[in-house]
């Protein structure tokens, strides 16, 4: 019985088959080509009257397809209205995290309650132990982010985008910072955004216009230099992971480790001193 349940909560979970044609891809691609105005750009007014394009297009194909898609406009929208940036102060970060909430919660509530699809799903307990593969891959993310992150944080400089903290508070704050956001990323950009897109579009190209959303937000926070080589092929990774696994937890799971290490960088970096284990 357990299992006959737990296969009907993955089957649940699995995005609503819709009628698919190749034209869903050109506004889905304006919507993530708006993102990267938005976010890596900051070019908001060409960012807006670009999303607007892809709804008035995305319109005239399907009215599910400018639903989905305008769900992920709220979330961007959301997004660019706010500072996005490393600053843990408590304002910032109620700010940001107002927006974030938001971005995520409205279009759960949307596909939940008015149109009734619920199509967005944040599936935490699948009942799936994870595999063997599965298992070794998180000390493998410790030791990706151990070789990667200090060489690209310090010897770019980038780990100067994120604010030197020494005192008990300001360590926990960015800790919980470094947290909450890796926690949000996998909830809009894998769960929200790729979930809508994979209904219209085959999952490579969903994934791939998941990603440069992904990426182009990262790249705002503060992620500059090389990043993008490294948070493309990540985000692409975890969006097939949740496809192969459909399970957030696991997925997130992946993103706090990287998370821990960067954590981890940033204190190294202001405080040489500190946890000095690294090499770069």
Known sequence: MKQQSAQAQLRKAAPAELPRTPLNVI???LVSASGFLLFALEDRVSGFL???AALVLAALISRRLVIDLA???VGLTAMSLVPITTDISTEHMAVMGTAMILAVGI????????TKDHAIRFPIRTGQPWTRAEKWYLPAVLV???????????????????????DPEG????FLGTNVLGIWDELFFI????????RH???WQANLLQAVLFTSFLWELGFHSWAPFFIFPFALLQARLFTITKSLSYIVSVHLLFDFVLFLVLIHAHNREWIDIFLY
């Open 27 to 29: 506004p889905a691609a």
């Open 50 to 52: 670009l999303l607007a």
């Open 71 to 73: 769900l992920i406009g």
């Open 107 to 114: 279009p759960y509530a949307v596909s939940r309650f008015l």
């Open 144 to 166: 990706i982010g151990y070789a990667l992150m200090p060489v690209y944080m310090i010897r770019t400089g980038v780990y100067n985008n994120w604010p030197a903290v020494s």
């Open 171 to 174: 360590i926990a704050r960015l």
């Open 191 to 198: 769960c929200t955004a790729f979930t809508l897109l994979r």
């Open 201 to 203: 579009l085959p999952d």
